[in-house]
C-alpha cells in the first residue's frame, strides 16, 4: 500500500496544481477518482463549474446518486482540448 503524502510535521499535503500526464494507477489498473472539491482545486474552478460541465457532457465524469467523480487522466485531457 501507498504510503499518503505528508508534510514534516505528519499533516497531508497537497502538490500544486498541475496534472500529470496520465495520474498514478495501482498496480491492478485502478485510477483512484477525485470528488468535486478535489476536482475542482486542481483546475482552480468552482466545483459547481465543474458539476455542470459533466453534466452537460463536456467532461467525462462519473455520478454515483447525487455525487461526482472525475479521474485525473480525464481532467488532462480535457484541458488539452479546450487549449487547442
Do not use: Y
Not at 38 to 48: D, G, Q, R, T, Y
Not at 60 to 71: C, D, E, S, T, V
Amino acid at each position: 500500500m501507498k504510503k499518503p503524502n505528508t508534510s514534516h510535521n505528519g499533516t497531508h499535503s497537497h502538490s500544486g496544481a498541475h496534472l500529470a500526464p496520465s495520474a498514478p494507477v495501482q498496480g491492478d489498473g485502478f485510477e483512484p477518482l477525485l470528488d468535486s472539491e478535489e476536482a475542482a482545486a486542481l483546475l482552480k474552478i468552482h466545483p459547481k463549474t465543474l458539476q455542470k460541465l459533466a453534466r452537460q457532457g463536456e467532461l467525462a465524469a462519473i455520478q454515483i446518486g447525487k455525487l461526482w467523480r472525475f479521474r485525473a487522466s480525464a481532467l488532462n485531457r480535457w484541458l488539452e482540448k479546450i487549449a487547442s
